[in-house]
C-alpha cells in the first residue's frame, strides 16, 4: 500500500492504547526539544530506538525514513561547529576554529532531528489509522475535524493517482523539453504547472461533488459522532508505561532547567 | 398493492441551467418492482434517481415543478432525514467517490451510525450485506486497493445495510471492465433473491438489463418516451435504434428476420436473451428438416509483409514496482509486430497487460527486459518527447489532459511545444479538428462540451502531433451506444487514410466492428493474436481469458452447423439464416 506505514506485529507497544503513545510522543518530542547537546539527546534517541525494538519493528524500513532528511541532518552536524564557539577548541586553521562544544551540538541536533523523525514513525507504525481516529475522537477533537481527517487519508492514494495520469497524458503531448538543466527545470515546473493543475482541480472537484452527494444520501451529520467499534480502554500496562514516561519527561525538565543546565544545553 | 413511487408532473432545471433536465414525468413504481431505466446520455435519468432519492430538492437547487410521493410521503412535505438513509438508499456511477471510510466495513456501516441501532444489529447487517454482494472476509480492506467490481459491490452493500425499502442503482457498471460487471450484476442477481425491495436501475447494458427487470422505461431529452415489460419495449426496435439504445443482437436478429417474414417466427415474440434466440431459431430448423451441416474455420494464412514493421517488440517483460514487496510481472515476453496501415484492438482483462504494453510504445514505460522498437529507435534509448512525434496516445478520460480555455489552444498546445511556426500550428489545428469533426469549435471553451466531444477535442489535440500511430485507450467506455458509434467511426476514417491505428476496449460488439486484426492478452503474455473473425472463432482459448465473444458469434458457435462458427455481425447471421430459411 502506498501510504500504509503501519506493521502488523503482535507486540507490548502495539497493544498500547493510541492515547498513551501520543502521550508518550509528547514526552519525546519535548525532550528533544529542550536539550541540545549530544549526550542527552542521544539518550532520547535511544528510547526511541528501545521502543522500536519492543515494538519488534524492522529497524532497516525505520532508518529509510530518516534518508529523506539525511542531508539536513548532515548538514546540520557539519554546520553547528562553526556557530557554537565556546568550549575547549579541537581543531584551529586561521580564523577557523572547531570546539568540543561546537561538536556536541552538531551531533545533538543530528539526534533531534532524527528523533522528530523515528518517533512519529514509531507511533505510526504501531497504531492504525482507525486507533489513532478513535482516540481523537474520545479527547474530544470536533467530529467534522476527525471526519476531514478520514477524508484526506483516504483520498491520499486517489489523488496520486490522478496526478500520475494526467502527467502521464500530458507528457505524450509535451515533446519540447531541452536536454541538461534547462531541460531538467522545465521537466520540474511542468510537473507542477498549469497543464498538470488545471486537470487535476477540474478532476477534484467532480469527485468531491458526487462524494457530497453520495454522503447526503447516507444522511450524514457532521454533529454526530459514530458509535466506536472496540471501546479504547486504559488498562495497568498503559497505567505504568505512561507513568515512566512522564517521568523521564520530568528528570528531563529538572536536569535541564534545575539540575546540569550547563550539561543539557550548550550556547 | 401499494405504490412505492409515484411521480406527477415532474419536471426540473439545474440551477443556471438553459434547459430543464426533467419535462413533465409521470411514473408510478409498484412495491417490490424492478424498473430498468434505459436512455442516451444527457436524457435526465441520473436526475430522475436523484427526485427519487429526496436530493432533488433537498440538497441540489433549481426549479422543482410537480410532486414525487414515496409510499405517500410527498417529498416536498417532509424532511431529507425521513427518506434517507432509512428507506432510500442509492448507489452512484462512480465507485471511488461514494466509499470514502478507512475501511469496507467503515463505509458500510457508516449509514447505520445515524439510526440508532445497536451494536449486534450493525455488525450483523455488516454481515449479511457483504454476503449477498458476496464479499465476507474484506471488512478491514482499504477501498483504494479493491477492483472495481469489488467497490461497487461494496458501496452496493453499503445500500443495502439500511435494510431500505427502495434501492437506487444509477449506471453501477458503466465503468466497471466485464469481470466487474458481471460481479456487480450476479450481487443484483442474488439481491433479487435474497432480498425484496423496490429497485431502480439505470443500465446502458441492455443485454443484462432484460434479463432481471420487471419492467423498463426509455427516457430521452427529459421525458419517458416508452414503457413496459422488456419484450414490448424491444418490439420497437427501430424506435430504440433512432434513440441510440443498442438492444441486444439477438434481438436485432429476431427483428430482421421477423421483417422478412420467416414464418414461424412470427408466431413468437422477438428473442430477448441467447437462449430464447437458441430454443427458437432450433425448433424452426427442426420443423423445416434442415440438418447441421460442418462448417470449417479458415485458419489465417500468413501474409509476409516486405515492409519494415513501424512497431516491433521483442521478448518483452514488464515488472512493476522492481525489488520492492509489490512486485508485478505485468508482461511475461509479449513479442509483437505492428505494421503502417494496420487496424488493431487490444483485448483482455483489466490488469492482463494491454495498457502497459501500449504505454511502451510511447516511452512512458521502459522495457525491464527485451527491447522496443518504433519507427527503427529503441525507446530505451530516448524520451517520451522524441516519440510524441511517431506515437500519439489517447488516455481513456479526456479530462486528465484538457486544461485550456479553448478548444484551439487546447489543441495547440502540443505543436506549441514543438517549436514549429505561428501559420504552422494553426494549420495542423485546423487539419486536426477537421479530422474529428469540430470543425467551428475553436473559440468554445472545452469545459464546457459533452463527453463525447471532449473526447473528440483530447483525440484532435493528439493529431496534431502528426503521429504515425495513434493509440486509443478504452474510447468508449462510460458512453452510449451513440456516441460510441461517433467515436469509432471517426478513428476509423482516421485508420482508412493511412493512420496505423491501435484500440483498447472491453467492448466485444465494437471489436468484432472495427478491428481488423485483434491481440487477447491474458496474464502478461499473449494468447492469441490474428484477424478479429479468427479470434472470436475460438471459444475454448477466449473462454480462458474470461473473454466473451459477442452475443451473436456465441449464438452461432451454439448452433454450429447450422451458422458458420465465425460469424462476427447480425447482419452476417441473418443473410445465412435466410439463405436456407427461404430456400
Known amino acids: 500500500m502506498l501510504f500504509e506505514i503501519y506493521v502488523n506485529k503482535d507486540s507490548f507497544v502495539h497493544k498500547l492504547d493510541p492515547r498513551v503513545k501520543l502521550m508518550w510522543f509528547f514526552c519525546v518530542m519535548v525532550c528533544a526539544a529542550i536539550v541540545n547537546s549530544a549526550i542527552p539527546s542521544g539518550i532520547v534517541f535511544a528510547w526511541i530506538i528501545f521502543m522500536a525494538i519492543l515494538a519488534k519493528l524492522p529497524l532497516k524500513r525505520l532508518l529509510l525514513l530518516t534518508q529523506a532528511l539525511a542531508y539536513l541532518i548532515i548538514v546540520c552536524i557539519l554546520m553547528w561547529p562553526l556557530f557554537v564557539k565556546s568550549g575547549p577548541t579541537v581543531f584551529e586553521w586561521d580564523w577557523f576554529k572547531v570546539t568540543y562544544n561546537g561538536i556536541l551540538v552538531g551531533v545533538g541536533m543530528g539526534f533531534r532531528l532524527s528523533s522528530m523523525i523515528l518517533a512519529s514513525a514509531v507511533v505510526f507504525m504501531t497504531t492504525t489509522q482507525k486507533e489513532l481516529l478513535e482516540s481523537l475522537r474520545t479527547i474530544k477533537i470536533p467530529e467534522h475535524f476527525v471526519f476531514a481527517t478520514v477524508l484526506t487519508l483516504r483520498y491520499i492514494p486517489s489523488l496520486m493517482g490522478e496526478w500520475k495520469t494526467i502527467a502521464e497524458a500530458q507528457a505524450c503531448r509535451d515533446p519540447g523539453r531541452g536536454k541538461g538543466i534547462v531541460g531538467k527545470i522545465k521537466r520540474i515546473t511542468s510537473a507542477i504547472g498549469i497543464p498538470i493543475a488545471v486537470p487535476l482541480i477540474h478532476r477534484v472537484a467532480k469527485m468531491t461533488n458526487e462524494l457530497s452527494l453520495a454522503l447526503d444520501s447516507k444522511g450524514f451529520n457532521p454533529n454526530m459522532r459514530p458509535i466506536p467499534y472496540k471501546e479504547l480502554k486504559i488498562g495497568r500496562r498503559d497505567k505504568a508505561f505512561a507513568v515512566v514516561s512522564i517521568a523521564i519527561l520530568m528528570v528531563y525538565i529538572l536536569a535541564r532547567f534545575l539540575i546540569w543546565p550547563q550539561y543539557m544545553w550548550i550556547y | 398493492m401499494t405504490n412505492a413511487v409515484e411521480i406527477r408532473n415532474l419536471s426540473f432545471k439545474y440551477e443556471g441551467a438553459l434547459e430543464p433536465a426533467l419535462k413533465g414525468i409521470n411514473l408510478t413504481i409498484r412495491e417490490g418492482e424492478l424498473l430498468g431505466i434505459l436512455g442516451p446520455t444527457g436524457a435526465g435519468k441520473t436526475t430522475l434517481c436523484l427526485c427519487i432519492a429526496g436530493l432533488i430538492p433537498h440538497t441540489l437547487n433549481g426549479e422543482y415543478i410537480g410532486d414525487v410521493t414515496i409510499?405517500?410521503?410527498?417529498?416536498?412535505?417532509?424532511?431529507?432525514?425521513?427518506?434517507?438513509?432509512?428507506?432510500?438508499?442509492?448507489?452512484?456511477?462512480?465507485?471511488?467517490?461514494?466509499?470514502?471510510?478507512?475501511?469496507?466495513?467503515?463505509?458500510?456501516?457508516?449509514?447505520?451510525?445515524?439510526?440508532?441501532?445497536?451494536?449486534?444489529?450493525?455488525?450483523?447487517?455488516?454481515?449479511?450485506?457483504?454476503?449477498?454482494?458476496?464479499?465476507?472476509?474484506?471488512?478491514?480492506?482499504?477501498?483504494?486497493?479493491?477492483?472495481?467490481?469489488?467497490?461497487?459491490?461494496?458501496?452496493?452493500?453499503?445500500?443495502?445495510?439500511?435494510?431500505?425499502?427502495?434501492?437506487?442503482?444509477?449506471?453501477?457498471?458503466?465503468?466497471?471492465?466485464?469481470?466487474?460487471?458481471?460481479?456487480?450484476?450476479?450481487?443484483?442477481?442474488?439481491?433479487?433473491?435474497?432480498?425484496?425491495?423496490?429497485?431502480?436501475?439505470?443500465?446502458?447494458?441492455?443485454?443484462?438489463?432484460?434479463?432481471?427487470?420487471?419492467?423498463?422505461?426509455?427516457?430521452?431529452?427529459?421525458?419517458?418516451?416508452?414503457?413496459?415489460?422488456?419484450?414490448?419495449?424491444?418490439?420497437?426496435?427501430?424506435?430504440?435504434?433512432?434513440?441510440?439504445?443498442?438492444?441486444?443482437?439477438?434481438?436485432?436478429?429476431?427483428?430482421?428476420?421477423?421483417?422478412?417474414?420467416?414464418?414461424?417466427?412470427s408466431e413468437y415474440d422477438i428473442p430477448l436473451t441467447i437462449d430464447?434466440?437458441?430454443?427458437?431459431?432450433?425448433?424452426?430448423?427442426?420443423?423445416?428438416?434442415?440438418?447441421?451441416?460442418?462448417?470449417?474455420?479458415?485458419?489465417?494464412?500468413?501474409?509476409i509483409r516486405s515492409e519494415e514493421p513501424i512497431i516491433q517488440t521483442k521478448d518483452l517483460w514488464y515488472i512493476y514496482g522492481q525489488g520492492t514487496e509489490r512486485e508485478t510481472v505485468a508482461l511475461k515476453g509479449v513479442n509483437l509486430d505492428i505494421y503502417p496501415g494496420e487496424f488493431i484492438a487490444f483485448i483482455g482483462q483489466n490488469g492482463s497487460g494491454k495498457t502497459t504494453l501500449a504505454k511502451h510504445f510511447i516511452g512512458l514505460l521502459k522495457p525491464s527486459k527485451g527491447s522496443v522498437i518504433v519507427n527503427g529507435k529503441d525507446t530505451r534509448k530516448c524520451r517520451v518527447s522524441e516519440l510524441a512525434t511517431t506515437v500519439g496516445y489517447c488516455f481513456q478520460n479526456p479530462d486528465h489532459q484538457i486544461f485550456n480555455r479553448t478548444v484551439y489552444d487546447e489543441v495547440a498546445y502540443g505543436p506549441k511545444n514543438l517549436g514549429i511556426s505561428k501559420e504552422e500550428i494553426r494549420e495542423r489545428v485546423t487539419e486536426a479538428l477537421r479530422a474529428v469533426g469540430l470543425e467551428g469549435y475553436d473559440k468554445l471553451n472545452p469545459f464546457f462540451l459533452g463527453k463525447g466531444e471532449r473526447q473528440k477535442v483530447a483525440v484532435a489535440s493528439v493529431l496534431a502531433m502528426r503521429p504515425k500511430v495513434l493509440i486509443v485507450d478504452e474510447p468508449t467506455t462510460g458512453m452510449d451506444w451513440k456516441t460510441s458509434i461517433t467515436m469509432m467511426n471517426l478513428i476509423k476514417e482516421l485508420n482508412q487514410k493511412g493512420m496505423t491505428v491501435i484500440f483498447i476496449t472491453h467492448n466485444m460488439e465494437i471489436v468484432a466492428e472495427y478491428a481488423k486484426r485483434v491481440v487477447v492478452l491474458f496474464d502478461g503474455k499473449i494468447e492469441l493474436d490474428g484477424p478479429t473473425r479468427w479470434v472470436f472463432s475460438k471459444p475454448h482459448i477466449l473462454l480462458k481469458t474470461l473473454i466473451k465473444p459477442p452475443q451473436i458469434t456465441q449464438l452461432s458457435q451454439m448452433l454450429n452447423g447450422y451458422l458458420k462458427p465465425d460469424t462476427i455481425s447480425v447482419e452476417e447471421a441473418y443473410e445465412q439464416l435466410v439463405s436456407f430459411l427461404l430456400r
Open chain 2, 71 to 265: 409510499f405517500g410521503l410527498k417529498m416536498t412535505e417532509n424532511p431529507l432525514q425521513v427518506f434517507v438513509p432509512k428507506m432510500i438508499s442509492m448507489v452512484f456511477q462512480d465507485p471511488e467517490s461514494q466509499l470514502f471510510g478507512l475501511d469496507v466495513e467503515e463505509d458500510i456501516t457508516f449509514a447505520l451510525n445515524y439510526l440508532g441501532l445497536p451494536h449486534k444489529e450493525i455488525k450483523d447487517r455488516l454481515q449479511w450485506a457483504l454476503n449477498i454482494v458476496g464479499l465476507s472476509g474484506f471488512e478491514e480492506k482499504f477501498p483504494y486497493y479493491l477492483s472495481g467490481g469489488q467497490k461497487q459491490r461494496v458501496a452496493i452493500a453499503a445500500a443495502l445495510a439500511t435494510k431500505p425499502k427502495i434501492l437506487i442503482l444509477d449506471e453501477p457498471t458503466s465503468e466497471l471492465d466485464p469481470i466487474g460487471k458481471s460481479e456487480v450484476f450476479s450481487a443484483i442477481n442474488e439481491l433479487r433473491r435474497t432480498y425484496k425491495c423496490t429497485t431502480i436501475v439505470v443500465e446502458h447494458n441492455v443485454e443484462e438489463l432484460v434479463k432481471f427487470s420487471d419492467r423498463l422505461i426509455v427516457m430521452n431529452k427529459g421525458q419517458v418516451v416508452l414503457e413496459g415489460t422488456p419484450d414490448k419495449i424491444f418490439q420497437h426496435v427501430q424506435e430504440l435504434n433512432r434513440l441510440g439504445i443498442k438492444p441486444p443482437q439477438v434481438t436485432e436478429l429476431g427483428y430482421l428476420l421477423k421483417n422478412r417474414g420467416i414464418h414461424e417466427l
Open chain 2, 276 to 303: 430464447e434466440a437458441y430454443k427458437r431459431l432450433l425448433s424452426i430448423f427442426r420443423k423445416q428438416g434442415i440438418s447441421p451441416t460442418k462448417h470449417n474455420v479458415k485458419e489465417p494464412c500468413l501474409d
